[in-house]
């Protein structure tokens, strides 16, 4: 994926993803809606610099943009229903992206993307386990 071709916006402690976060109670999470990517609990520079994270994200604006915000939301909810959040095929699809630049970079990265989970929200939010 070219991530230089994508318009996305981040919106750092975001209400929603702060909700999000006291729900589940984890320490951090990235949630996308639409084209903004809301954070809370993680900086936007650390954020950026994680790139495993930050192409595993861009992957679910893409999402949003190829099936429509409301359709999306929707078709996120039910494979979450139907399969589980883990397993739901939005998350595996950004998994593959967050590991894209595993190639480029070393182990490291892989266990790094491999930290991202998502939270089990019937949303696109996803956090770090560190
Ligand atoms: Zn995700």
């Not at 998502?118 to 949303?123: D, Q």
């Given at each position: 994926m070219d991530s230089e071709k994508i318009n996305y916006k981040i919106v750092e402690k975001s209400w929603f993803a702060r909700i999000a976060r006291m729900v589940l109670k984890s320490r951090n999470v990235a949630m996308v809606l639409g084209k903004s990517i809301h954070l809370s609990g993680v900086d936007k520079q650390t954020f950026l610099n994680d790139k495993g994270w930050f192409e595993h994200e861009l992957c679910h604006i893409r999402q949003f943009q190829e099936h429509g915000y409301f359709r999306f939301l929707w078709l996120y909810l039910k494979e979450s229903y139907r399969v589980g959040y883990y397993n739901n095929k939005y998350e595996a699809e950004a998994r593959e992206a967050g590991m894209k630049h595993k190639r480029f970079f070393s182990e490291q990265l892989e266990k790094e993307t491999g930290n991202?989970?998502?939270?089990?929200?019937?949303?696109p939010a996803d956090e770090k386990k560190v």
């Open positions: 991202i989970k998502p939270t089990g929200l019937p949303l």
